[in-house]
């Protein structure tokens, strides 16, 4: 029995993004996802304006007219929803988990995908695969990924990505468009997400906090590992620590940027807190505007 704060809250995901579809990115989303490639419908008398290179020799000499090939775009996608569920992700300082932010992305991306007719599948992943759900069509579908996404509870806390990203492969053998949604917090990846890379149209997603980036001075605190169940004991009150922080954070950002552009993949950033909205039409803008 799911209880019903977490109905409420799966009932307010599904009003706030399916407004966000039909409101922002209508059109957005097709415009950037094309579909497999074009397939052969008809063929029908050439009219002027036609492309000569679409004239069917063998049909024209048969009538004594020409005649041109119509084909048509197989729209139908798969869209694949990699989702990180490690204890990193049950963080928030901002009103709202890392969580609970990834299932809003997951929910848009999911009611963009069902709009255009599209399957919507979904991986939920730890230190081991804790979940996957069969790429289907339909708003009732769309509803389970956004309730397993917020609802699950996970074995597994720690991170994953390289075993989730080979799981994705084994399960999709044909071409799909890839969300990977973690904070990639995790090392030894990046040759599966090379080959992931290859057989998919993937886009990372990068959830963050505020509080992962910058640490405030209030003193002697106690930090929680989520993943290790570590305790550490951190006196926040100094500069050299603080600076320290910072400087760990932006090495691990320069690395994972040389990675993906060595890949030429190209991030989505969302924080907590913060509208998402706007990451993802950049995001489509620019996507499309290079097609």
Same mark, same amino acid.
């Given at each position: #029995?799911?209880?019903?704060?977490?109905?409420?809250?799966?009932?307010?995901?599904?009003?706030?993004?399916?407004?966000?579809?039909? +409101?922002?990115?209508?059109? &957005?989303?097709? $415009?950037?996802?094309?579909?497999?490639? #074009?397939?052969?419908?008809?063929? !029908?008398?050439?009219?002027?304006?036609?492309?000569?290179?679409?004239?069917?020799?063998?049909?024209?000499?048969?009538?004594?007219?020409?005649?041109?090939?119509?084909?048509?775009?197989?729209?139908?996608?798969?869209?694949?929803?990699?989702?990180?569920?490690?204890?990193?992700? =049950?963080?928030?300082?901002?009103?709202? @988990?890392?969580?609970?932010?990834?299932?809003?992305?997951?929910?848009? @991306?999911?009611?963009?995908?069902?709009?255009?007719?599209?399957?919507?599948? =979904?991986?939920?992943?730890?230190?081991?695969?804790?979940?996957?759900?069969?790429?289907?069509?339909?708003?009732?579908?769309?509803?389970?990924?956004? /309730?397993?996404?917020?609802?699950? &509870?996970?074995? *597994?806390? *720690?991170?994953?990505?390289?075993?989730?990203?080979?799981? @994705?492969?084994?399960?999709?053998?044909? %071409?799909?468009?890839?969300?990977? =949604?973690?904070?990639?917090?995790?090392?030894?990846? +990046?040759?599966?997400?090379?080959?992931? !890379?290859?057989?998919?149209? @993937?886009?990372?997603?990068?959830?963050?906090?505020? !509080?992962?980036?910058? #640490?405030?001075?209030?003193?002697?605190?106690?930090?929680?590992?989520?993943?290790? *169940? +570590?305790?550490? =004991?951190?006196?926040?009150?100094? /500069?050299?620590?603080?600076? *320290?922080?910072? $400087?760990?954070?932006?090495?691990?950002?320069? %690395? %994972?940027?040389?990675?993906?552009?060595?890949?030429?993949?190209?991030?989505?950033?969302?924080?907590?807190? &913060?509208?998402?909205?706007?990451?993802?039409?950049?995001?489509?803008?620019? /996507?499309?505007? !290079?097609?």
């Amino acid at each position: #029995m799911i209880p019903k704060e977490l109905l409420r809250k799966i009932r307010y995901i599904e009003i706030r993004t399916s407004r966000l579809v039909n +409101e922002v990115l209508a059109g &957005q989303y097709s $415009a950037t996802f094309k579909g497999r490639g #074009m397939e052969f419908e008809e063929v !029908r008398p050439y009219q002027i304006g036609d492309d000569v290179r679409t004239i069917d020799w063998n049909v024209s000499a048969r009538y004594g007219e020409p005649f041109v090939k119509v084909f048509r775009e197989e729209r139908e996608l798969t869209v694949m929803l990699l989702v990180d569920m490690s204890g990193s992700h =049950l963080f928030g300082t901002n009103e709202q @988990l890392k969580r609970e932010l990834a299932a809003e992305v997951c929910a848009t @991306l999911a009611f963009s995908a069902v709009k255009n007719n599209d399957k919507v599948g =979904l991986i939920l992943f730890t230190d081991r695969i804790e979940k996957l759900v069969p790429a289907k069509k339909g708003r009732s579908h769309v509803l389970r990924v956004i /309730r397993e996404a917020l609802y699950h &509870q996970p074995v *597994g806390r *720690g991170t994953d990505l390289n075993g989730a990203l080979e799981h @994705l492969n084994k399960v999709n053998r044909r %071409r799909s468009v890839v969300f990977v =949604l973690s904070d990639f917090q995790d090392t030894g990846y +990046e040759q599966a997400l090379r080959v992931a !890379r290859r057989r998919h149209d @993937l886009i990372p997603v990068l959830v963050t906090d505020p !509080r992962e980036r910058e #640490m405030p001075d209030v003193g002697l605190i106690e930090l929680l590992d989520g993943e290790t *169940g +570590e305790l550490v =004991l951190v006196d926040t009150s100094s /500069r050299a620590v603080r600076n *320290g922080f910072a $400087a760990d954070v932006r090495r691990a950002d320069e %690395r %994972r940027e040389r990675m993906f552009r060595s890949m030429d993949v190209e991030t989505i950033a969302v924080t907590t807190g &913060q509208p998402f909205v706007e990451p993802l039409m950049r995001y489509f803008h620019k /996507r499309h505007a !290079r097609q």
